[in-house]
Each structure stands twice: as structure tokens, then as C-alpha cells.
């Protein structure tokens, strides 16, 4: 793991549990497409882990998850057709390594989430912010037009009136706002925010992972547009359950009353 960290990107790993840090807190941790590239390697990584049960993703400091892209640097990486394409391709890989990682992620926000830090923020299962937190969508201050791809989470999350509403005035939303639209979980004090997420990783890493997985892909196939579903995907993912040593574990340890220890086959 050491190997992948870069200077911006840090990704560590206790017991369980992975964390992605995105560590640029002088310029509250703006994306760059090399810090996308560099992100989607850690989560790669944890993919290929089979002792990691639980992804977090946060923001270094306290004033931001994600800021969104690094404006300063549109105008040497995102003014040509050519830049822009390319600039997509690396945000599109790691939001997608993140959506298909097959283990729970848990966007753990404080600060800003805006732009494309929300759209991070949308690709993991749980958002959980704290008080301070701010989210929304600036691109119509700065010209920019997002593709259904990019929108599609959002969408499916809060519905497109109120996609429309967060992508036409560009406003910002506290975290009860964004609570009530629909778009995080949970709004902690600030300084509650770290041990509850911690609490709530653990509980899910030590549930079954099969189990975990196969929810996963079943919601994330359903949500989609049937014609575009992987129905093989999600009936495999549960058939795997069925089939695996945890499975007879499970029932074992429910008929002796004691704790079952998944071994993830």
C-alpha cells in the first residue's frame, strides 16, 4: 500500500478497514486528474484485499472532503476537446473503480463537498457528514456542462426536480439540507463524526461479506434501467451465499448462540 501513496492520495488500512484519504487540504483537497488516477489504484487495491471488509473516504483537515476539481489548473487540463476528454476518462475511472469495488463505502464528509467531490461522494453507498459540512454544485458559475453519467447518481438519489433545483442555482446546502433532500445518511457534530463512522464500519465488517456483496450488486443492478441490468451479476452474487462456508457458519453459530467468524468463501 505504501507504493501507492502519492503526496495527495493516501490510502491506509487498520484491521478491516481501508481508508482513502485525499490529502490537499491547502487547497481543500481539489481533484486533479493525477490525484484520480493515483485514488483509483487505492481503491484497486482494497478491492484485491481480501481483509478489507469496509471502504471510508475522507478529506484531510477539517474544511473539506472534496472541494471539487482544481480550477487553478482548467486552463492547461480542461479547455481543449482533447483536454476535457481525457480529464473525463481519469474522474470516470475512479468513480467507476469505486462503484464496482464490491465491499461498502462510506463517504465520511466534513466541510466542503462540491462539484466533482459530491459526484465521489454519490459513487459510495453511505454518505454520513458532519454539521459543517456544505454541499452543491457550481458548474453553473463556471460554464460547465455534466454528462448523464456524471448525473446519474444524483438523479436516482434525489430525483431530477431536485437535481434541477441543486444544478440551477448552483446554491449551496448546509447538512440538514442536503439530510432532508436525501443526500447523506446521518449529519453528526463535528465531533462525534469520526467515532460514529468508525462504529458503523465496524458493524458492517463484521457481518457476513458474501452477504454484503451480494446486496450491493443486487440494489446497485436494480436501480438501473432493466435494459441495462446484470441479472447474471446479482444472481450470482446471491447463489455465491448459498453455496459458501459461511452460509453453513451462519447457521452453526445461530443454533450454538455464539459469534460466527466469516472467512468471506
Not at 478491492?47 to 475522507?58: F, G, K, M, S, T
Not at 476528454?85 to 463517504?107: C, E, H
Not at 467531490?117 to 454520513?128: K, S
Request: with cysteine; net charge positive.
Amino acid at each position: 500500500m505504501d507504493s501507492l501513496n502519492t503526496e495527495k492520495i493516501l490510502g491506509t488500512k487498520k484491521g478491516p478497514i481501508g481508508t482513502l484519504t485525499f490529502n490537499y487540504p491547502e487547497k481543500h483537497n481539489a481533484m486533479s486528474p493525477e490525484m484520480s488516477q493515483a485514488a483509483a489504484l487505492v481503491i484497486k487495491d482494497f478491492a484485491e484485499d481480501p481483509n478489507i471488509r469496509v471502504v471510508i473516504l475522507r478529506g484531510a483537515g477539517s474544511k473539506a472532503f472534496v472541494s471539487g476539481g482544481d480550477i487553478s489548473k482548467y486552463e492547461g487540463n480542461r479547455s481543449t476537446p482533447e483536454q476535457i476528454a481525457a480529464y473525463n476518462q481519469m474522474s470516470v475511472g475512479f468513480r467507476t473503480a469505486l462503484r464496482g469495488i464490491g465491499k461498502p463505502t462510506i463517504a465520511m464528509i466534513r466541510g466542503w463537498c462540491l462539484g466533482g467531490g459530491l459526484a465521489i461522494a454519490l459513487n459510495c453507498d453511505l454518505r454520513i457528514c458532519s454539521e459543517d459540512a456544505q454541499f452543491g454544485v457550481p458548474a453553473a458559475r463556471l460554464g460547465i456542462g455534466y454528462s448523464a453519467e456524471s448525473l446519474g447518481q444524483l438523479i436516482d438519489l434525489v430525483g431530477p426536480s431536485v437535481s434541477k433545483e441543486i444544478l440551477y442555482t448552483a446554491r449551496r446546502y448546509t447538512a440538514h439540507e442536503a439530510h432532508r433532500i436525501g443526500l447523506v445518511n446521518h449529519v453528526l457534530q463535528a465531533g462525534m463524526l469520526e467515532s460514529f463512522v468508525m462504529n458503523y464500519a465496524d458493524t458492517m465488517a463484521a457481518n457476513a461479506p458474501l452477504s454484503i456483496v451480494a446486496a450491493k450488486r443486487v440494489i446497485d443492478e436494480y436501480v438501473k434501467d432493466a435494459t441495462q441490468r446484470d441479472q447474471a451479476l446479482a444472481d450470482g452474487a446471491v447463489a455465491t451465499c448459498f453455496a459458501s462456508q459461511d452460509y453453513v457458519e451462519g447457521r452453526r453459530a445461530f443454533m450454538e448462540k455464539r459469534k460466527p467468524v466469516w472467512l468471506g468463501r
